[in-house]
C-alpha cells in the first residue's frame, strides 16, 4: 500500500553536518510569493538539493519537463552551507488538495524539521489586498512573543489595516504545529495583488528575510524569475483545465 | 504520524475536583446563537481555561492574534465551580469541515464528558427561521422524554411550528452520541433570523439556561458581546475570501 | 474512537429463528419508490423492529421526533414472520454522503444479510424518466442471469427505453457486492418522474413484489402514506436549507 | 471490512507463462483516446480476460448490461499471447473519484506490474487541444530519458506547443508511481479536441504503438467501434444524470 507521505534524503545528505539550521518554506500560494523568493534564493545560493517529498494529498498528476520526462508532484529540501550557516528550504509544485492532507502535511514538514534539529523556521508568503500595491510593507506573524521584537527590527509591521484574520494552509499550520515541538517559527508576508506571481512583493520580502538571517542575496533578477514562474504556471493551469473538463465528463 | 484529534488539559486542571458536573456547548452555528451564549457565560463567571482541542477536521489554518501571535484553530474547555456547582463549557473557533469530522468530534466531546463524568449536557445553538424575529421563542430538544418537562418548566417550547426537521452539527450530534454513553443531553435552540450574531435570540436562551441550572447571569451586556463577535467574525471571512480565491487558483 | 458503522439487534432479536429469509432493501431514493413500498409493508405487515445501524457516513445531524426526541440519523431492520416465512427489512433515513461510503454501508447490508443466511435479497428503487408517467412499469436488474425468469413471469421488463445505464446508491451497490458473497439479488424498479414521493411507481413495484414473494400486501392506503412521506421530507428539507447557509456562512 | 481495491485473477491465469510481458493501459479519459485504443486491440487480438479490479474509489454504482445484469463498476486484465509475446491490457468503466484514490488505485496498477515481471508499460490517452485537429500528432512522454529516441523513432513528438503541463489521472501517475519501482514507462497521448469518442487520435495513437511493440493491429474498424463506445458512453451519462439529481434532492 502506498504511503500517505513519503520523504527521501538523496545520497548527498548523509555526508552532511548542519549546524543550528534553520527551515525557509516557500511553498505555492497567494500571489506565488513564498514560492517566488524561495526558488531565487535556491538559485542565487547554488543550494544543494537534498530531499524529496511526495504524498498522495497532492494533485494526482505527474508534471512533465521541457524534455518530455514526466515525474510525480513533490516538494523538495535544498540545503545551503557556507561560513558556518546551515539553511534549508523547502519548495515544490503543490499544497495540499483536501483541508485534512494540510494538516497531516505541514504537522511533516515539522517533523523534518525537528529531525534535522532547526532552531528556526521562517514560513514565506503573499498578503492578498485585492488591488495593486506601490511599496508593499512586509506583514509578520508568530508562534511565539519573543520573536516579534526581531522581525518589526527589520521593517516587518504587525499593524493590519483590518484586525483578526488567519493565514490558510503551509504558511499558517507550520507556525501553529511547530509551537507544539518547540520550534520557533515566523511568517513573513508580502502585501500582494494576489492575482500574478508578485516580484514587488517578493522583493519585500526577501529584503526582511535577509537581514533577518543576514544573508545578503541581490534581488535584481526577481523580475525575470517571477515572468518565467508565471509562463511556467499558466501553461499548467491551461493545461489541467483542458483535462479537468475532460475527467469531469468521463469520471 | 498527527492524532485526528488531540485533547490536552492544562496544568491548573490536576488539582481541581469536578462534583456532578454539568457541560455547556456552544460552538459555531446559526446566528452564533449558542457561541455567544457560552462565551458570555464564560466571561462574565470570569470561568477558568482548562483545556485545549485540535482536530485537522478544523479548517487548515492559522487565526491571528491582535499582536500577531499565530495559533492553531482550537476549542477550548473552561471551568466554573463555585458553591458546590462545576460547570464546563466547550468553545471554539469552528466545528468540522466534514461530515465524518462532525461525528468523531462529537463522539471525542461525548467522550470527554463521560471522562469528567458529566451529568447533564446543555447544548445551545439557534433555530434559523429566516427572517427577523420579535421576542424571540427558544425551542427545545432532548435525548430522553423525561428531560422534556424540566425544560418546559422554564418556558421551552416543544412546539415547531413546522414538525419534523433536524439539528445539523455538534449541537445536534452530542444529543444523539451522549444517549447511547447513558448521558442525559438537553438541546436549546433560541428563534433567530440566522443572519448575524443574534443578541436577542442569545438572551432569550441565556435567560432559561440561567434557570435551568439555577446560575444567574446578568444579560445586559450581551449587546456589546455581539458587536464584538460580529466584527471578529466579518474580518475572518474576509481574510478567508481573498485567500481561498488565490488557493483556488493555484492549488 | 467512534466506529465507521454499528449494527446492534434489539433484545427481542435473540428469541427468533429465521428459516430461509428474504431481506427487501427500501433505502431514501429517486421518487422515494423504494423507502415507499418497504415502509408500507412494514406498516401493513406490523412487521416487528429488530435491530439499528447508525454510521458517520450518514449526514451529521440527529433527527426530532414529533416530541422533541432528539435521534441519530439511522437505518433501520424490521422482521415479518408468518406461516415460515421470514422477511427482513432494511429502511432507514438516510445513505451514504460519500461514494466511498455508499460501498462500505452496502458491503456491510451484504454482511448481514450473510449472517442472517439470507436466501435472496429485493432492493427496490424507482427509475427517474423525467416526465410523468401513466401505468409505471417496473424494470428489473438482477445478479444472477438465472434470476431474471422469474421476474419476467411478474411482469417485470428488462426492455429500457436506452440501453445501458447504472443503479446509483445501495439498491445497485447490494446487487454487486452480494454476488461476491453466493447471495442472490434482484432490484425492482419502478418507473417515475422523480420529482416527488411517488404512490403510482411504489403500487406497481409493491404488486411485482407481492407475487414474487406470494406475500399479498392491499396497495389501497398507498396514496396516504404517500403523502405523509412527502411532507415529514419537506420539513426536513426545509430545515436543512436554513441551517446548511449558516453553517456555511460561519464553517 | 470492504477491502480499498481488490484484485481478483481468473483460473485460466493459472496456467499462463508470461515472457518478459508488457502492460497496456488504456483507461477512460480525454477523448477517450487511450480506452478507445487498448478496448480495439483486446477486440482485433482476441486477448483473454485474465482478471478483475474492484475498489471503493469507483463511482458508487453498478452498471447493467443489455440483458439485465447488474455488475460492479471494475477495471480488467486481459492477456494476449502469440510468437513469444505476452502484452497484459489494463481497461475499464472508471478511473478514482478522489485525488487519493487516483493515487492509491495507480500504485496498485504498479504493483500488478511488479508482481507480473512486466518489462515496460505503455500509458494510452488524449491531448486535449479544445477544437478539431487534423492529422492528429502523438505526444510523447517518459519516465526515463533512454526511453526517448525509440518514441520518436516511430514520429512521436515532444514538442507541445506550449511548454510545461501535466498528465492527470491513471496515464500520468503510473509514469511517475512505477520509476519508483524501476518499471520503465511510457506515455502516448493522441491531440483530440477532448470533446468526443475521438477514432482519429486512436488511429494515431494505434499506428505509433503498433510500431513500438511490433505487433500490426488492422486500424480499420476503430470508427465503428467509436460509435458504438459514443452510444455507450451517452446512455450511460444520460441514466447518471437523472439519479444524481434526485440523489442530491434526497441525500
Known amino acids: 500500500m502506498i504511503e500517505d507521505i513519503t520523504v527521501r534524503y538523496l545520497d548527498n545528505f548523509r555526508e552532511k553536518t548542519l549546524v543550528d539550521p534553520i527551515l525557509i518554506e516557500g511553498l505555492p500560494g497567494i500571489g506565488q510569493v513564498g514560492k517566488l523568493v524561495a526558488e531565487y534564493m535556491i538559485h542565487m545560493l547554488a543550494a544543494e538539493k537534498i530531499g524529496e517529498i511526495h504524498s498522495l494529498y497532492f494533485p494526482p ?56 534539529k532547526v532552531k528556526q523556521i521562517y514560513t514565506l508568503g503573499g498578503f492578498g489586498v485585492g488591488h495593486l500595491v506601490n ?65 514587488m512583493a517578493a522583493a519585500s520580502v526577501l529584503s526582511a528575510l535577509s537581514k533577518l538571517i543576514d544573508l545578503p542575496v541581490d534581488p535584481t533578477k526577481l523580475n525575470d524569475r517571477a515572468a518565467e514562474m508565471e509562463k511556467a504556471i499558466e501553461s499548467m493551469v491551461e493545461g489541467e483545465k483542458g483535462k479537468d473538463e475532460e475527467l469531469n465528463y468521463i469520471g
Do not use: W
Open 135 to 199: 511599496g508593499p510593507r512586509v506583514l509578520g506573524a508568530v508562534n511565539k512573543k519573543e520573536l516579534r521584537p526581531a522581525l518589526e527590527s527589520v521593517g516587518v509591521t504587525f499593524d493590519r489595516d483590518e484586525p483578526g484574520g488567519g493565514i490558510v494552509g503551509a504558511a499558517g499550520l507550520i507556525l501553529g504545529l511547530s509551537a507544539q515541538r518547540g520550534i520557533d517559527a515566523v511568517c513573513l508576508m508580502g502585501e500582494t495583488s494576489g492575482y500574478l506571481v508578485d516580484p
Open 61 to 116: 498528476q505527474v508534471i512533465l519537463e521541457v524534455d518530455g520526462l514526466a515525474r510525480l508532484a513533490r516538494n523538495e529540501l535544498f540545503l545551503y552551507q557556507s561560513g558556518g550557516k546551515s539553511v534549508v528550504f523547502l519548495v515544490g509544485d503543490h499544497q495540499s488538495t483536501s483541508g485534512e492532507g494540510h494538516y497531516i502535511l505541514a504537522d511533516c514538514y515539522c517533523e523534518i524539521a525537528e529531525e534535522l
